[in-house]
């Protein structure tokens, strides 16, 4: 039916040859996509491994095809926008790919920015909200927006993707991955996302690919309120001020959120604690920057957040005898303070930083005070400069260090005498990289390495080398190879009673073929990107019996991994529009079977529409089934469309409300299993600017 809306939108509407190619193969990818054999290869979150290096980009399945062909018939289409008429110049610059600034279009890796006008179109209640609308990302949610959520890059795992705030490295250290539902949308001024390893630069984590997300920032003298109700016992509330002078600038950003939200757990299916399931947070920001001269400035990154959730364990683990906790609070901050200094051409940076993940579960037969505390604790050195020999060659070279710091206030082996905690609570990683950067006419070049010295692991060298063509000033084509590390966590290597101290960092080496595209034409403006990749994943920690038969982490999974992502931006007059499409073929190299909760194909399409004070936003997604386990004949969680309809508008020149629709079509679907998304819910807010 959304499909049916769509086409008929577009037939009447005139829309360019481009949309029309892209609505022709939408309709035939749904076709060919129902009519498709159901796959009997399935698979789990984080269990995953390698293979050998397969070239499969033009040995690809029928779905795959078809997203190749909306690709060139539209970037066939867009030929003639860009050349019949010079392309806007790009005004959108980003630092998470090269750690420097530089102007979106130009850089070499695959890239997508979420911008504040983003934001307040999508008006998201969790940053997985805004991630799920990017090629070649997927979201797996146990529950509402404050429950566990995790990420899957590339069709990695949801602890291969680094995640910075304003350049500080968060997440457990124990865990290995970040809580996405802790961060509050409200204090997010834009994120940057690049796809693919990008170790070279970054170091651990980086394996799928770096999402870094930047505080809110006002211009002096102003300020924001807002306040919002919604399903399930919604309400928020945030502000924030620009205070200052031209010289000296601070912003200051607080918010509130609560929601006595829904039930996750499937009744029908054997559920218990069949009872909504709450959460709350409050998060404090301060953005500030100092011109201390025209040389010399301070930058200041500061965040903190606490909140709490209840959540329902899966029932698959239920026990009525032994009820496990169901509620969780957690307190997190960072803190960073930076010097800049910008002389000619030598552009240099020096920054320290402290950061917390602290978490902590009870509930059930488990009182608060005797609740199970886990804390992890980092410090960060981090310094690089760059000089630019002149306007198409530069060089950067810088050095990290950091220290992880963990802690528990609960014995972890309760079966051994005394009170059990990691053998090992704190380590240091220290780290060199240097990179380069060429043009020869139209020629660019890119190469980094990277030494990353892991305390009681070990040494890390990993790489990127890029080399683009800039066809003209409309068209980019690029070819990469990346290599990128995790290191494992402090659980999966002291662990009481279970870690392995031998266990090595899991792997990736990355080929990625890039093609952009930056149009202008008959009132049509916009930009494509399409990017083919093929990765082998290796060393890939799983749990698993040892010689003696004790199950402990080891590096025993292998995967192969290829895909093609497609990122359509355009705007006509009062319309926009914004397709992502990405196809992505993630195999367990020894089963041969796909990996947990990763669908093949997903897609999203937003269009927008402004009259007067009036703005109409509707976004369609779709998700294709996946396997829960990786193994075979798993269980299959089922495809699903989603549409969520939103409309603003501009009461006076300082007062906006808005109103938004999520899952309108009230689809009852799960991203894992027994754990069912929400129905049909709104929510509205009003927003006075001054």
Known sequence: MVIMMVREFITRRNISPILCNLRNYLVYLTFIYKKRKKRDQHGAEGIIGRG???????????????????IFSSLTSSVALADDANADEMENIIVTANRTQQEQFLTLSATQIITKEDIIAFQPQSVTDLLDKIAGISIVNQGGAGQASSVSMRGTSSGHTLVLLDGVRIGSATL????????????????????????????????????????????????????????????KTDASIGLGNEDHSLTLTASVVDSDGFTATKADEGGYDIDDD????????????????????????????????????????????????????????????????????????????????QGETFGNAVKKSASDEIKTRRDQFSALSQYSFSDSTSITAGVDFYTEEVSTDTDKDPWTDGFQKWAVEERDVSAIFIQARHQVEAFLFEGAVRRDDIEDVEVEATYNASVGYQINDSWLVSLNRSTGFKAPSFN????????????????????????????????????????????EIENLIAWAPNASGAWQP?????????????????????????????????????????????????????????????????????????????????????????????????????????????????????????????????????????
């Open 554 to 690: 080891s590096n025993i999974n292998q995967a192969d991994i290829q895909g093609i992502e497609f990122t359509l931006n355009a705007t006509n007059g009062n319309f926009s529009h914004q397709l992502a499409i990405a196809s992505i073929d993630a195999e367990d190299s020894k089963l041969k079977v796909q990996l947990a909760r990763r669908p093949e194909l997903t897609a999203n399409y937003t269009l927008g529409y402004h009259w007067d004070d009036f703005a109409l936003s509707g976004v369609f997604s779709y998700r294709d089934e996946s396997p829960e386990k990786t193994q075979v004949d798993a269980d299959i969680l089922d495809d699903y469309w989603l549409v969520d309809l939103s409309l603003s508008y501009q009461a006076t020149e300082k007062l906006v409300f808005v109103g938004k629709v999520n899952n309108l079509l009230d689809e009852e679907y799960e991203t894992a299993q027994y754990y069912v998304a929400d129905g049909t819910n709104f929510f509205v807010t009003a927003t006075y600017s001054f």
């Open 492 to 535: 999966d290597l002291y662990w009481p009673g279970s870690g392995n101290p031998d266990v090595k960092p899991e792997s990736i080496t990355s080929n990625e073929i890039l093609i952009r595209n930056q149009f202008s034409h008959d009132g049509f403006d916009g930009s494509v990107e399409v990017s083919f990749f093929d990765s």
């Open 278 to 357: 709450g959460y709350n947070r409050l998060s404090l920001g301060a953005v500030g920057e100092s011109k201390i001269n025209d040389e010399f400035s301070l930058h200041l990154a500061s965040r903190w957040e606490q909140g709490g959730a209840e959540y329902d364990q899966s029932v698959q683990y239920y026990n009525p005898e032994n009820l496990a906790a169901n509620e969780s609070e957690n307190e997190n901050y960072y803190f960073r303070v930076a010097g800049q200094y910008q002389s000619g051409a030598l552009f240099t940076e020096v920054s320290i930083a402290t950061s917390q993940d």
């Open 176 to 235: 290995g991955s970040t809580s996405f539902g802790a961060i509050s949308v409200a204090l997010i001024e834009r994120i940057e996302v690049v796809k693919g390893p990008r170790a070279a630069l970054w170091g651990s984590d980086a394996i799928g690919g770096v999402i870094q997300i930047f505080t809110k920032k006002q211009q002096l003298g102003e300020g924001v309120i807002s306040v919002g109700l919604g399903s399930n016992g919604l309400w």
């Open 52 to 70: 050998h290096m397969k070239t499969k980009l033009f040995n690809k399945t029928p779905i795959q095809l078809a997203i190749a062909g909306i």
